[in-house]
Nanobody, 115 residues
Framework: QVQLVESGGGLVQAGGSLRLSCAAS????????MGWYRQAPGKQREWVAA???????DYANSVKGRFTISRDNAKNTVYLQMNSLKPEDTAVYYC?????????WGQGTQVTVSS
């Protein structure tokens, strides 16, 4: 059974930093691309960042230069380092992967950025 468990969210002031973690189980982590998404109140879920099995990364324009996605295959964990946070980054952040064409999601972790 695939499980994705996010952690690391919290309340931070604008300009601050947080590091999110997503621990995966039930998959061959090293061969899976992983992604982060977020959903703000009243808005649709949006893609934030992705990392392939080979370590190639890509980012939404809104976070490029501020967020960094990385992975540790030995720990079956993907990270999202978030710097220079803005109030508009406030959202529930979700970890994502695709297993045999089916999307898998974690339960999410809340990030709140105060101005």
């Amino acid at each position: 059974q695939v499980q994705l468990v996010e952690s690391g969210g919290g309340l931070v002031q604008a300009g601050g930093s947080l590091r999110l973690s997503c621990a995966a189980s039930g998959i061959i982590f090293s061969i899976n691309a992983m992604g982060w998404y977020r959903q703000a109140p009243g808005k649709q879920r949006e893609w934030v960042a992705a990392i392939t099995s080979g370590g190639y990364t890509d980012y939404a324009n809104s976070v490029k230069g501020r967020f960094t996605i990385s992975r540790d295959n030995a720990k079956n964990t993907v990270y999202l380092q978030m710097n220079s946070l803005k109030p508009e980054d406030t959202a529930v952040y979700y970890c994502n992967t695709i297993v045999r064409t089916v999307e898998k999601w974690g339960q999410g972790t809340q990030v709140t950025v105060s101005s």
